[in-house]
Each structure stands twice: as C-alpha cells, then as structure tokens.
C-alpha cells in the first residue's frame, strides 16, 4: 500500500528485520538465539543483549517498545517496554485481546497484522484479522461463508501504566485521490520480503515505476506527480538495463534499480530519492537476493537472506544476514547474523 508522512506522533523507523532509533544511531534486531539485541549502526557492534521472545516494534524517547507473545492465549499479545540504552525492562502492558479466533503468532500477514504509532506516552496498535475456510474439498457456500470472519480495530497502549483501550476501526474509506486511483499501478517492485505495485507517497509527491519500451530496448521510468493536485512532473529514466530488479526502501523514499555490469565493473545499484527524483547514489555493488533496504543517513542496510536452510519440523528456516554498507563510497561497513524467516518445507523425499 502507499505510505504517507505522519501528521503527528512518530512511525516505527524501520530497518530490515528491526527498528531504529530516531537519530538512527542504534537498531534493534532479534539475532540468531532469538534475543533481542541493540546494535550500533556504524560498527555493526552489539551493544546489550535481552534474552526473552519479544520483536521490536518502535522507539519512542528512552524507550523501546517490543511485542511478547501472552503463554496460553494465542488471540492476545502484549507490550513490552524496555529501557532503549540498556535494555532494561521498565514494565508491561495489559493484554491486547483480539477475537478468539485470532492467532497472534501467524506468519501469514494477511490472515494477521499489525502496524504501530508512538504518540507520547501511549502506542496506538492498529489491527486487522481474518479468517478462511481452510478444509479438504470445496464445502457447501454456507460453509465457506461461516468460515469467513474480518475484524479490525484499534488498541491504545499507555506506556506509563500499561492500561489496555480497546477502540473498533473507525477510519472511512480514503477518498478519490492521485495517490490511490486504481489506474496508477506501478510496475511491480520489491519491499521488503514480497513484491508490490500500489503507488509510494513519498512527501509532497507520489510515484510509480513504467517499464517502457523504445528503439534502445526497454528502460524503467519513474513517474512523478504532486500528491495533493495530481500536477504531473516530468518523468525521469531510471535505467535501461534488462531487468532492473527495482527495490523500495522500507519507509517508502527511496528506490533502487540495477545497472548493468561487465566483466570488469560489477553491477551497482543506483539509488533514487522518490521525492525529488535526484540520483543519491551509484556505488553500492549489487547484490541479487538483496531485500528489506533501508537508508538512514549516509548507509544504506539490506538484508541478505539465504536460499537453504535447516529444517524445524515442517519448515524451513533460511538464514538472513544484515548488512550496512557506505552509501556514498559502497564500503561494506559490517554484516550481523539475525533470526531466519520460517517458511513452509516441502515433505522430504521418499528414500
């Protein structure tokens, strides 16, 4: 979906597999043992580890807020609040129920999702669920329509003393806009761990990527338009190589495109700023299987995720490793093992 800038309050600041602080000094990240870990941004050095289950969601201040999992109630979730510094516990929320036929621990996104907002002393959890029939052979439509269950809403977390509101989701429908028209779909990217075409909002503008063809071949474009008058502004060419394998920052600025290399000079990335469509960068090394980019400052922070990994019943856990890399220069600064994604196994072959 497309992003917006946030009116007030402050959105997680997203680096792959974590967060930030807003400074973008340090991430946190869940490594490999499962514990959360503080990193400095720079080096790539763990600053304290916090051995407990919990993912990190926002920095807000001094703290860091993370979600743990609630022992024998698979529908709730809770808040945790930590000292961001020293990774100190300072104290936990109430429960966040959800309908009892909600499980917090899918890693199917559509089936469950949240996304947070730190506004002072409290956390705003906005949610959305749903469930499928999800049986053998197609049932009666009366079966499937019972299966079906939607429900959203909106939980307001107090930090200071970890009372839980529980709010339904009142937000309308957007309304008819440049940025959301259906007829503006972009040709398909990368963000983060699946791909997307919606539009990206990136300040005043938003944009979408055209793959177009011309005597020269094909060449990706980006096309620009203010998003509050829909004046259109002019396209700007991206690149001409065959396959351009563009990527979207996590927090929806920048874009990322492969040039062609040779057998001399590698391929690079070329880093665009969506907002004012001005080459940032031309000399970070490609990479394919590069996701989840970030830029904070003057790094740019991909994760690199492996094709095999070790089987844990009937997944698979393929191993991912953070990188931060000199946007500027395209010196690797450092590269920090984090927790695997979990993904389906196929059933292992007969012998």
Known sequence: MALSNPSAGRDPVLIPGGV?????????????????????????????????????L???????????????????????????ASGKRLRESDPVV??????????????????????GDRVLVSWRASSRYRGGAAPPPEVVNRARKDAS?????????GHVEMSPDELEAPP??????????????????????????SGQRAAILELQQDEGGS???LNRWNAATGRAEAPIVLSRAGDPDPQVTLDGHHVLVRERGSPEQPAVWHVY??????????SVAYERGAQSA?????RLYCMLEGTTGRREGGYLVLPRTLRGVDLHSGRRLWEHPIQGRRVSAPPPLPR
Do not use: C
């Open 20 to 56: 930030a602080d807003p400074d973008g000094r340090l991430g946190y990240v869940v490594g490999l043992s499962g514990a959360i870990e503080a990193l400095d941004l720079a080096s790539g050095r763990v600053l304290w580890t916090l051995a407990e289950t919990s993912v990190p």
């Open 58 to 84: 926002v920095v807000s201040g001094q703290r860091l807020v993370t979600q743990a999992i609630v022992s024998g109630r698979p529908n709730a979730l809770r808040l945790r609040v930590l000292d961001s």
């Open 98 to 119: 959800f309908p009892d036929w909600v499980s917090v621990s899918t890693s199917d996104a559509s089936t469950f999702g949240i996304e947070v907002r730190a506004e």
């Open 153 to 161: 809403g909106v939980a307001q977390v107090d930090l200071t003393s």
């Open 176 to 201: 008819e806009s440049p940025e959301n028209r259906a007829d503006r779909l972009s040709h398909p990217y990368r963000r983060g761990a699946s791909m997307h075409s919606a539009a990206v909002v």
């Open 219 to 221: 060449k990706l474009v």
């Open 273 to 282: 700023a969506l907002n004012t469509g001005q080459l940032v960068s031309d």
């Open 294 to 298: 970030a830029i904070l400052g003057d």
